[in-house]
């Protein structure tokens, strides 16, 4: 699987053809084929080509949705390591 | 457009031009699901269909109360409808809820049903938290609706084995949380 940095990733924005691919704890996923992630944005507020980690603790669902799409990567941090998966979200706790 | 009411709205620091694009994204989702539950009605046959046709059509023409409900509200705080109606389609805050491959399969039909039953109570609790103590006439709507999307959920799930639904099917009426916003 590729490894991306937040550059790379950037560049699946699905804008003008390109794929769209999102990020979450680490994985890189596909979202090309989701009716809900068409031209590289999520209900208004997301677009693609960037780390949504932070962004799902505040979404109205947990990252269980992230399971159907394909990981076709991980993500790099600034240092050039691979970013590793954080603690659960607060909800998982119930 | 309600000049002052928009005004009220942007000031209590609600980005209208977004709450507009999500508002107009989930009266797409309802008007949709409104058309698609049509066709898995017309679908739900035999002994197996016929015991969930009627929750199936209480949950089809409420949708179609909720559309009915929001359109006044875009159109209050500067926001209107696409002009094609195919773009409408397009732009819904859910998958289209297509019927499934075989019909005749009555736990796939349930499936397709609560999935976008499931995406409505994510919009509403989202549009909810959005406009919570900010946009009052808003959030009173998007309660409303949440409030029977909560319930064709787990009128579904229950229907799926899930677990109880907890409450009692309606009788002799529909929308009891929206219709107020219908007069």
Redesign the interface.
Known sequence: MQIFTKNELAQYNGKNGAPSFIAYNGKVYDVSDS??W?NGRH???HTTGVDLTANLDQ???GPDLLDKFPVIGWLEDELGSLIKPGPAPAWEKY | MAKVAREMVEKAGVDVDQLLELLVKNAAAELTTYYYYTILRANLIGLEGEGIKEIAEVARIEDRNHFEALVPRIYELGGKLPDDMKAFHDISACPPARLPKDPTDIKAMLTVLVEAERCAVRGYTHLCNMTAGKDHRTYDLSLSILNEEIEHESWFSEFLGEGPSGHFMRRGETSPFVSKFLR
Do not use: G, I, K, S
Request: glycine share 0%; hydrophobic share 55%; no cysteine.
């Open positions: 009716f809900l068409q209900q208004v507020l979404a109205p669902h």
